[in-house]
């Protein structure tokens, strides 16, 4: 006699939204059966600890026991998860919703779905239909950074490649929006207590600092790098600057740091100066 057997399918499975999150969807199964998220969650993973978790990983052998009890295939559970991610990228996936493309959320749901993509930190771009996205409430904030929106969307491109298909170039795109919001020096020292609103990215794009101190905007920091939807574009325009300057940039960009930070830059770029250095050479060398 099987001890524990597994749980059979369910007898009502709803299918799945395009790009859905996989907890949205363990949600909106949980609220059918009348049951907590996190109790329809153990129902199928017993082992599990939160519905955050099972977004960010499951073994393989949990994505057969789940595609098993709601009657669809582990692929598909697969595609709902950001197990693939690139773990550089994972700083810039959001624990919940900040944005919105209002052509593809499914907002006549109830309770409405979370789209995998709506957690996406580095996109401006929806993934489905590419329109525009819109902040978590569906409002339209216009962008002060569109003069840079063809530098923004490259940007958006190389930190989608490298997130999801594991594409790089010379360096981590990731890495890149993570040092462009370490503190620096401005050239015209300020009052010192305004000195933390300074950022790296403002030394590639010169008009973030008039922005932030007109707007008395706070930008995150490297630890969570995920900035506001209208003030996103100068930080993917800044990626897709230095990504596209090369190596000698991040040594440019040195010289705008002091004390412990620029210890802690010079640190975080040694070895990428060192690996961009290679593969320009690599790259050269394909071309003879």
């Keep these: 006699m099987i001890e524990n ?6 007898p009502v499975c709803l299918p799945p939204h395009s790009d859905e999150l996989l907890s949205s969807w363990i949600s909106r199964h949980a609220a059918f059966y ?6 329809m969650l153990r129902h199928c993973l017993p082992e599990a600890s939160a519905l955050r978790a099972a977004d960010l990983h499951l073994s393989s052998d949990q994505e057969i026991r789940l595609a098993n009890i709601f009657g669809t295939e582990p692929a598909v559970v697969r595609r709902m998860i950001f197990t693939n991610v690139a773990q550089s ?4 996936i959001a624990t919940r919703p900040t944005q919105v493309c209002t052509s593809c959320s499914p907002g006549h749901a109830e309770p409405a779905p979370i789209l995998r993509s709506q957690l996406l930190g580095w ?19 216009a962008s002060p950074f569109r003069q840079h929106r063809v530098a923004a969307v490259h940007g958006e491109r190389l930190l989608d490649d ?7 170039t010379w360096t981590s795109p990731a890495d890149i929006a993570r040092l462009l919001l370490m503190r620096r020096v401005p050239t015209l020292v300020p009052r010192e207590h305004d000195l933390w609103r300074f950022r790296l990215l403002g030394a590639v794009i010169p008009d973030l600092d008039h922005v932030i101190a007109e707007r008395q905007e706070n930008l ?20 897709a ?10 040594r440019m960009l040195r ?12 640190d975080a770029t040694e070895n990428m100066i060192a690996r961009g250095r290679k593969w320009k050479a690599s790259s050269q060398m394909h071309l003879i």
């Design 241 to 250: 600057i230095v990504e596209r300057a090369g190596p000698e940039m991040l």
């Design 89 to 92: 990228s994972r700083r810039l």
């Design 34 to 39: 009348a049951v907590p998220p996190l109790v």
């Design 5 to 10: 057997p597994p749980p059979r399918q369910l």
């Design 255 to 266: 010289g705008h740091m002091m004390g412990d930070n620029r210890v802690r830059f010079t």
């Design 123 to 141: 996109r401006i771009t929806c993934a489905l239909c590419g329109n525009q996205l819109r902040d978590a409430g569906g409002r339209e904030l």
């Design 220 to 239: 995150p920091t490297p630890a969570k790098p995920i900035l506001p939807l209208h003030l996103r574009p100068a930080l993917l325009a800044g990626v």
């Design 162 to 168: 490298e997130a999801e298909r594991g594409i790089g």
